[in-house]
């Protein structure tokens, strides 16, 4: 069996007049992420990684910021594309390890919702989705709660 490791990241400021999406679930808080898309850091880091495992580019390459079509997606719409993308090279989600860096709101209630959520796109076991909350102790962008960061490794295996 060949497999192959990818790793992805994502950033997006924090606005007022958005929703706030993060893998794949809506929050309540009084500002959201900035983005062409829905702006779901934690999905496209998942998305890039899985891409530069599979040694397919990135995100904006294939879902381009200047299209008109992807304006305010959903981004678990663009998860499944990628899936589909790196299925065209015989490839198939193995597992994700993804971190998202926040002040807040407090992702840690939610983890499972959003791990269900990622599986159920992907087309794996939940238990292949391990979805991590951390801060920055108040230092740097994500202290101050000016954006919201994502880190995402996984694991591709030729189907």
């Avoid at 990135?58 to 993308?85: C, M, N, R, W």
């Avoid at 790196?86 to 939610?110: F, H, S, W």
């Amino acid at each position: 069996m060949k497999i192959r490791v990818g790793f992805g990241f994502d950033v997006h400021r924090l606005v007022e007049g958005r929703e706030l999406w993060l893998g794949g679930i809506r929050f309540e808080h009084e500002r959201g992420l900035l983005g062409h898309s829905d702006a779901d850091v934690l999905i496209h880091a998942i998305c890039d990684a899985l891409l530069g495992a599979a040694n397919m580019r990135d995100i904006g390459y294939h879902f381009p910021d200047t299209a008109g079509e992807f304006k305010d997606i959903d981004s678990k719409i663009l998860l499944e594309k990628t899936v589909g993308l790196i299925a065209t090279k015989g490839y198939r989600v193995g597992n994700v390890d993804a971190t998202v860096c926040a002040e807040r709101p407090k992702l840690k209630p939610r983890i499972p919702e959003i791990q269900e959520t990622l599986a159920r796109v992907m087309g794996i076991d939940p238990d292949d989705v391990s979805v991590k909350a951390t801060t920055t102790e108040k230092l740097g962008f994500t202290g101050r709660e000016e954006g919201i960061s994502a880190y995402a490794t996984v694991l591709i295996e030729k189907a």
